[in-house]
Structure formats: C-alpha cells, structure tokens
T-cell receptor
C-alpha cells in the first residue's frame, strides 16, 4: 500500500534555529513528490515539486531534497512567519490524473 | 489572477441531510480534485474530474459524488450525512500545461450535528 509518513508531528524552534522536516514514502512507483504549506483555516499552498532522487529545490529559507525513500524540507534561519503546517504528498505511477497521497504534516512553531 | 474559489466557506447540516459544495477553478485549469481533511486522517483524496469526466476516485463510500461542468466548475455532493463527515473539504485545480502543480482553495468547513 502506498504510504507517506512525516516526522516529527510538531516542531518548536527559536528564530534563527535551522532544522529539517522529514517525509518518508513507500510507493510502487513515484511520479512526483510535493511540499505544501498550510496556515490555520486556509487551503494548502504549493511550495515545491521533486521528481527524481538527487533533485533539490530552493525558495527563500526553504530547501527541499529527495532520495529514493525520503524527502527533507530544510528550514534555514526560520522566522516567526514560517510557522505553519508543512505537508508532504506523492503522486504514484498507479494513479491516473493528479491524485495526491498526503502525509499528516509537521506543525512548525517559530518563536522570536 | 483569481485563485480557486470554494463556496460556501462554512456549513452546518443535520445528520441524514444532503449537501452540495461548489468549486470554481483557476481560469484555464481543467482538472479539479476534491479532498477531505480531518484532524485524525489528514488530507484524503476523494475524486478528480477532467473535462467533465471522473478520472480518478479515492476510497470513499458512494454517498460522496461529484460532477464537473463544461466551464470546469465542479460540485461535490454528500448524501445522508453522518457525524463523521464533519471536515474541511478542499478543492484543487491544475493546468494541462503543469498538471503536477495543484492549487488549493480555502475549503468549505462542514459541520454535521
């Protein structure tokens, strides 16, 4: 069964304290891995798509990397406005269309 | 450009009733997907429509159904509501040019009492 697991469930950081979020996946064939950010009461906001092992994408203080079994979202020198739930999702070769399998997310809190 | 629009934002319904939720995708986007988000299960895929045809379906009972119109707008219907259907229902649209990038709406918060 295709599965996505995110860790930790919650993470508290001080402003400027860098860290990483983990997303491990078990799928029969990966078409793409996605990172989203979700603020309370809002829909997920697209951050990155990664397609193959070794690929990296960066956006401001965020950097996403991909291996054959997991992805990391590195947050460098976070600010309070980075506080949100970060969701990882995969598309698999088994599925037609754009259906995503989501992990349960990591809730990040950054205090000043 | 305008984002994905979902209406209504909030709904309160009674067990046994039915409900219809609406989603207007980003202009030019032809794929619309629906997801259910609950604290316990997270985000779960319901179904996807492309050019008025259901292209993919998740593991939800037949009480959950949807459709897409010629202008790509989509509706989702839940019949015979149960307490467990209380959730945030999210709609996402994607473009044929970048089918792997899905853009989500704000969601409809459904409460079943």
């Amino acid at each position: 069964e295709d599965q996505v697991t995110q860790s930790p469930e919650a993470l508290r950081l001080q402003e400027g304290e860098s860290s990483s979020l983990n997303c491990s996946y078990t799928v029969s064939g990966l078409r793409g891995l996605f990172w989203y950010r979700q603020d309370p009461g809002k829909g997920p906001e697209f951050l990155f798509t990664l397609y193959s092992a070794g690929e990296e994408k960066e956006k401001e203080r965020l950097k996403a990397t991909l291996t054959k079994k997991e992805s990391f979202l590195h947050i460098t020198a976070p600010k309070p406005e980075d506080s949100a739930t970060y969701l990882c999702a995969v598309q698999t070769m088994n599925q037609a269309g754009t259906a995503l399998i989501f992990g349960k997310g990591t809730t990040l809190s950054v205090s000043s | 450009k305008a984002g994905v629009t979902q209406t209504p934002r909030y709904l309160i319904k009674t067990r046994g009733q039915q409900v219809t939720l609406s989603c207007s995708p980003i202009s030019g986007h032809r794929s619309v997907s629906w997801y259910q988000q609950t604290p316990g299960q997270g985000l779960q895929f319901l179904f996807e429509y492309f050019s008025e045809t259901q292209r993919n379906k998740g593991n939800f009972p037949g009480r959950f159904s949807g459709r897409q119109f010629s202008n790509s707008r989509s509706e989702m219907n839940v019949s015979t509501l149960e307490l467990g259907d209380s959730a945030l229902y999210l709609c996402a649209s994607s473009s044929p040019l970048q089918p792997t990038e899905a853009f989500f709406g704000q969601g409809t918060r459904l409460t079943v009492v």
